[in-house]
């Protein structure tokens, strides 16, 4: 049996070094990762998100696309689902589109008017907006929608954070 025995005074130093480098852990983390955290989301590829879109496949009708990405607000992080209407304009030039409603935020879609098929429809209040996202005057909306950057990679359509329409 050993015969060794820890002092009152070794035992508070072992517990308090042990809580007190526990803490400085706790302290510390939080900033290599804030100092690390745009390397990492460099190589991430910036702002910009990858969707399912093969870029080829984009034609002049729009079409929705859904994208996934994590977001962080303080401690809490969670996944956000974001979508885009995407088509190419007569130039060839690809168009991504932000499906909120600059009326009230509603959701809108490409066509489900049966009495502007050629048009984004905000079925709340009847918004229409034009193809470029541009709002129809006389409808609640009263700016253009706002459009997302977007990069191509691989052959992916990457897209950034939604920004005003340069109409508005
Ligand atoms: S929210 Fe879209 S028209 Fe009102």
Aim: glycine fraction near 8%; aromatic fraction near 12%; include cysteine.
């Amino acid at each position: 049996m050993s015969k060794h025995r820890v002092s009152r005074r070794q035992f508070l130093n072992y517990t308090l070094t042990g809580v007190g480098g526990f803490m400085a852990a706790g302290m510390l983390m939080p900033m290599v990762r804030f100092a690390v955290d745009p390397v990492l989301k460099a190589s991430e590829g910036g702002d910009f998100i990858a969707t399912k879109q093969r870029v080829d496949e984009i034609t002049t009708e729009p079409q929705r696309v859904d994208f996934t990405f994590t977001q962080k607000d303080a401690w809490y992080e969670s996944e956000v689902t974001n979508t885009a209407w995407v088509y190419r304009d007569d130039k060839g030039e690809i168009v991504a589109l932000s499906p909120v409603c600059k009326h009230l935020g509603c959701v809108v879609s490409w066509g489900s008017d049966s009495a502007n098929p050629d048009m984004f429809f905000c079925p709340c209040h009847y918004g229409l907006y034009t193809k470029d996202g541009v709002n129809v005057p006389g409808t609640p909306p009263l700016g253009p929608l706002d459009v997302f950057p977007y990069q191509e990679r691989d052959g992916i359509l990457y897209l950034g954070k939604a920004k005003p329409h340069k109409e508005a």
